[in-house]
């Protein structure tokens, strides 16, 4: 019997995995692009996110066999988005309040048009009946979004940082949309139990969602909740450390 081939998947982050050098483009350091270029490699999936740069005008492009689809952003929205929501309200916050976040309304708002043009991007790039995987915190109304635009798709959610308690949580005022953005996905990825836990707590307080740590359900469509620990690529690094570089240093 011949297994059924698996849907077309699309990963959306927010930053592509390469960046610009003076040859075009090379791979970007980082865990995430450890984890999955290799997979995408291999079944040639699609990439959404953003260059890394201000203001690019980089068109999509393949690159080792990957097909990236680019989300500008502007300066005004990177310090809105990236650098304010994301980086001083989310991280901090996110990270056991290790110190205070910042609360700006304006940050907020380029936050959601942000994850508007991603949810955009995906449905116009995404393949029929496909699987969407987003990361990360920068992403978390994308979910939702992308379902109100495409119904064939199934959507994951993958959080690489900690996801706070509720007594943490609330502090946050758009608290509501953020679980509400999550709530959006089929499945939402924590890296510890601990974490899917909170999610949990928080949808069933702040949006009166019903469930327990494994599967919430609300408005009418039910979320799995798992944790679900990201590894590397394990033969890759195998052989760099067998690489005769590796050995003489």
């Known amino acids: 019997m011949t297994a059924s081939p698996l849907p077309p998947l699309v990963v959306a982050a927010n930053r592509l995995p390469v960046s610009r050098c003076d040859d075009g483009w090379a791979p970007s350091p980082g865990g995430l692009v450890r984890a999955l270029l290799p997979m995408l490699r291999d079944s040639g999936g699609i990439w959404v996110g953003w260059t890394g740069v201000p203001d690019d005008d980089a068109t ?25 929501f994301a980086n001083d309200t989310l991280w901090p ?3 056991d ?9 304006e940050q907020w708002d380029t936050y959601v048009t942000v994850n508007e043009r991603f949810a955009d991007v995906l449905a116009e790039v995404s393949p029929p009946n496909s699987l969407v995987w987003v990361h990360d915190y920068h992403l978390q109304l ?11 798709v199934r959507i994951g959610f993958f959080d690489h940082i900690p996801f706070p308690p509720l007594e943490l949580f ?8 953020i679980v509400r953005g999550l709530l959006g996905a089929d499945l939402v990825g924590f890296q510890r139990h601990g974490d899917a836990r909170n999610f949990a707590a928080a949808a069933t307080e702040l949006l009166g969602a019903h469930g327990d740590d494994d599967a919430i359900t609300f408005d009418g469509h039910t979320t799995t909740v798992g944790a679900f620990p990201i ?3 394990v033969e890759e690094f195998e052989t760099l450390a067998a690489g005769r ?5």
């Open 170 to 177: 609330s502090r946050l005022p758009s608290r509501e949309e």
């Open 93 to 95: 916050l996110y990270h």
């Open 245 to 249: 570089t590796t050995r003489q240093r």
């Open 142 to 152: 994308v979910p939702a979004l992308l379902r109100a635009r495409r119904t064939d």
């Open 60 to 84: 999509p492009f393949t690159h080792e066999g990957v097909a990236l689809h680019p989300v500008p952003l502007d300066a005004t929205e990177v310090a809105g988005y990236y650098e304010g």
């Open 97 to 105: 309040a290790i110190r205070e976040s910042g609360y700006h309304a």
């Open 231 to 233: 590894s590397i690529d």
